[in-house]
């Protein structure tokens, strides 16, 4: 990896780390048993005393604006690296521990990465056969950068979409290797602030007036365009490595990588991204409480065998024998500060429990008429957090009685809609990733025998061909009726065999093949390629057209 390292730099980013573990702990107790996440709901209250989170004086400062985005925060939730780390460690447990979190995942990847998307390298000028050696050239090194760097079936493509919809970011460092591009992930916590270190990179790059905040560096005029990320790899805040963000022509002469920033749920403004499940963090975390406890409740109550009602005993004798039953004690923490000691049962198949006299057997919630409120409310959490993805309760509870698919990704539902959208956001920064891997090339010179420049190579490529990518298709739809309004599209000349056959996910040269080696074996002609077609078509006109003219000619 050719990258300079600002090393041995003793700088103090931030004395944080003591704190993210704190909330690390809160939130596994919350998982648990106990406490909760942050709620955003929390910043919209007003506040006690009339000062809000500024320190000023207002009445609902919490929900105010007018500083919200200033320098790249998204304030009230986040004004500080620090901040913004600990939500992200927050979504991060969640989206990895609760089970409806998962799910979640889960269903957007199989709906919006599934099998892969494709990629190829086309000409902007159809018909144009002047540039087909750039073109095969650069459709190769593409195809050698994904199998290379594992890029497809569930490599950094899903990589990429998962910790994006996680941490709300993800990023991808690029660099010139020895046989290629060399890609890699870098996680979130890795690019972080470092602004001595800034400053350094700054006198190197001879660039002035820049901001590092976040680990983002950009003008401070203008906090929408990056201009690169400071990484530490280790955590260690002594050993910084910096990427830039665009023109890899600058990056070769300074000896520096590139990286790309995938960010979501935020606008253009705010430097760093926000988890998707930031907003429905303490929902799941409720609901899988729920759940935990009606199972644990129930099975519990299943294990009781019946119930003995003492006729003659006292309280006295009955705390006696009760406590004699107890096979395991533990301290905890009081409310006032102190420790008090609670003891338990396990309750174990067959278990018979005796009641006092002048006492009645009263069941618990899971042993009531009450236990049916529960899944209702449960089912209603589902359909709220669902709605977060547009996304029906079944996919995400498991609950068969709700399952409506069909209706679900029928092409005008929200459902498919939503998805449709997310491809084409992936698909914009996917593009933009294989551009930066196309300069990388650039620089080094690999394109100068086609005419493309080492310095501005990206741009006169970009000026002769595209990157086209096609997406998994999310709708359900009718196969026979797709499959007509295909063959009038290439009856028509519209749709081409080729990408019919892509698009049902056939390799056309394959396809060819195994049709030759099939009229072969049935001792009939072998069916023409689409080019063939086309050279036998043109042929077939010029003939008709040579007898035309001499039948003119020579009546």
């Given at each position: 990896?050719?990258?300079?390292?600002?090393?041995?730099?003793?700088?103090?980013?931030?004395?944080?780390?003591?704190?993210?573990?704190?909330?690390?702990?809160?939130?596994?107790?919350?998982?648990?048993?106990?406490?909760?996440?942050?709620?955003?709901?929390?910043?919209?209250?007003?506040?006690?005393?009339?000062?809000?989170?500024?320190?000023?004086?207002s009445g609902w400062g919490r929900a105010s604006t007018n500083l919200m985005y200033q320098g790249g925060d998204f304030r009230p939730f986040w004004y500080t690296w620090m901040m913004h780390s600990i939500h992200r460690e927050e979504c991060r447990m969640v989206a990895t521990v609760a089970s409806m979190a998962s799910a979640v995942k889960?269903?957007?990847?199989?709906?919006?990465?599934?099998?892969?998307?494709?990629?190829?390298?086309?000409?902007?000028?159809?018909?144009?056969?002047?540039?087909?050696?750039?073109?095969?050239?650069?459709?190769?090194?593409?195809?050698?950068?994904?199998?290379?760097?594992?890029?497809?079936?569930?490599?950094?493509?899903?990589?990429?979409?998962?910790?994006?919809?996680?941490?709300?970011?993800?990023?991808?460092?690029?660099?010139?290797?020895?046989?290629?591009?060399?890609?890699?992930?870098?996680?979130?916590?890795?690019?972080?602030?470092?602004?001595?270190?800034?400053?350094?990179?700054?006198?190197?790059?001879?660039?002035?007036?820049?901001?590092?905040?976040?680990?983002?560096?950009?003008?401070?005029?203008?906090?929408?365009?990056?201009?690169?990320?400071?990484?530490?790899?280790?955590?260690?805040?002594?050993?910084?490595?910096?990427?830039?963000?665009?023109?890899?022509?600058?990056?070769?002469?300074?000896?520096?990588?590139?990286?790309?920033?995938?960010?979501?749920?935020?606008?253009?403004?705010?430097?760093?991204?926000?988890?998707?499940?930031?907003?429905?963090?303490?929902?799941?975390?409720?609901?899988?409480?729920?759940?935990?406890?009606?199972?644990?409740?129930?099975?519990?109550?299943?294990?009781?065998?019946?119930?003995?009602?003492?006729?003659?005993?006292?309280?006295?004798?009955?705390?006696?024998?009760?406590?004699?039953?107890?096979?395991?004690?533990?301290?905890?923490?009081?409310?006032?500060?102190?420790?008090?000691?609670?003891?338990?049962?396990?309750?174990?198949?067959?278990?018979?429990?005796?009641?006092?006299?002048?006492?009645?057997?009263?069941?618990?919630?899971?042993?009531?008429?009450?236990?049916?409120?529960?899944?209702?409310?449960?089912?209603?959490?589902?359909?709220?957090?669902?709605?977060?993805?547009?996304?029906?309760?079944?996919?995400?509870?498991?609950?068969?009685?709700?399952?409506?698919?069909?209706?679900?990704?029928?092409?005008?539902?929200?459902?498919?809609?939503?998805?449709?959208?997310?491809?084409?956001?992936?698909?914009?920064?996917?593009?933009?990733?294989?551009?930066?891997?196309?300069?990388?090339?650039?620089?080094?010179?690999?394109?100068?025998?086609?005419?493309?420049?080492?310095?501005?190579?990206?741009?006169?490529?970009?000026?002769?061909?595209?990157?086209?990518?096609?997406?998994?298709?999310?709708?359900?739809?009718?196969?026979?009726?797709?499959?007509?309004?295909?063959?009038?599209?290439?009856?028509?000349?519209?749709?081409?065999?080729?990408?019919?056959?892509?698009?049902?996910?056939?390799?056309?040269?394959?396809?060819?093949?195994?049709?030759?080696?099939?009229?072969?074996?049935?001792?009939?002609?072998?069916?023409?390629?689409?080019?063939?077609?086309?050279?036998?078509?043109?042929?077939?006109?010029?003939?008709?057209?040579?007898?035309?003219?001499?039948?003119?000619?020579?009546?």
């Amino acid at each position: 990896m050719t990258a300079f390292f600002i090393g041995r730099t003793e700088v103090t980013l931030h004395s944080h780390q003591d704190a993210i573990l704190e909330k690390r702990d809160q939130l596994r107790e919350a998982l648990g048993g106990g406490g909760a996440v942050t709620d955003p709901l929390d910043y919209l209250t007003p506040t006690w005393g009339g000062v809000d989170w500024r320190g000023e004086s207002s009445g609902w400062g919490r929900a105010s604006t007018n500083l919200m985005y200033q320098g790249g925060d998204f304030r009230p939730f986040w004004y500080t690296w620090m901040m913004h780390s600990i939500h992200r460690e927050e979504c991060r447990m969640v989206a990895t521990v609760a089970s409806m979190a998962s799910a979640v995942k889960d269903r957007l990847e199989d709906y919006v990465i599934a099998g892969g998307f494709s990629y190829e390298v086309k000409s902007k000028e159809r018909g144009n056969r002047r540039y087909d050696a750039l073109i095969d050239q650069l459709q190769a090194d593409m195809e050698e950068f994904m199998d290379r760097n594992g890029w497809a079936e569930g490599g950094l493509e899903s990589d990429l979409h998962n910790g994006s919809r996680e941490d709300g970011e993800a990023f991808l460092a690029l660099s010139p290797g020895k046989h290629g591009v060399d890609a890699r992930i870098i996680e979130p916590e890795y690019c972080c602030e470092g602004e001595h270190v800034g400053r350094d990179v700054d006198n190197k790059l001879g660039l002035k007036g820049t901001s590092w905040r976040y680990g983002v560096q950009n003008l401070e005029s203008d906090v929408t365009k990056p201009l690169g990320y400071l990484v530490d790899w280790s955590e260690s805040q002594t050993d910084y490595q910096y990427f830039m963000a665009e023109n890899a022509a600058k990056a070769r002469f300074h000896h520096v990588a590139m990286a790309h920033h995938i960010k979501r749920n935020v606008r253009q403004p705010v430097k760093r991204g926000m988890s998707d499940f930031f907003n429905v963090a303490p929902q799941i975390v409720q609901d899988a409480k729920l759940i935990r406890n009606m199972v644990h409740g129930a099975s519990n109550q299943a294990a009781i065998a019946w119930i003995e009602k003492y006729v003659e005993a006292s309280q006295q004798q009955m705390a006696v024998e009760v406590g004699k039953l107890a096979d395991h004690k533990r301290n905890m923490k009081s409310s006032g500060g102190g420790l008090r000691e609670e003891s338990g049962r396990t309750v174990r198949p067959g278990t018979v429990l005796s009641v006092t006299k002048g006492k009645d057997y009263v069941p618990g919630p899971m042993g009531s008429d009450r236990n049916a409120g529960f899944e209702i409310v449960s089912s209603l959490a589902a359909r709220r957090i669902g709605a977060k993805w547009a996304m029906p309760e079944f996919m995400i509870s498991g609950d068969a009685s709700n399952n409506n698919l069909a209706s679900a990704q029928v092409a005008e539902g929200p459902f498919t809609r939503a998805r449709e959208k997310d491809q084409r956001f992936y698909s914009k920064h996917f593009r933009e990733i294989l551009w930066k891997m196309f300069d990388i090339y650039c620089a080094q010179g690999r394109y100068q025998r086609y005419g493309i420049d080492s310095e501005k190579g990206l741009s006169q490529l970009k000026q002769i061909v595209l990157i086209d990518i096609e997406t998994p298709e999310v709708a359900q739809r009718d196969r026979k009726e797709d499959a007509e309004a295909k063959e009038i599209m290439h009856d028509s000349g519209v749709l081409s065999a080729d990408t019919w056959a892509r698009q049902a996910e056939l390799d056309p040269d394959i396809e060819d093949e195994n049709l030759r080696t099939e009229g072969k074996q049935l001792g009939v002609a072998s069916p023409l390629t689409e080019r063939e077609q086309h050279v036998a078509q043109y042929a077939q006109k010029t003939m008709w057209d040579f007898w035309d003219q001499q039948a003119k000619d020579y009546p």
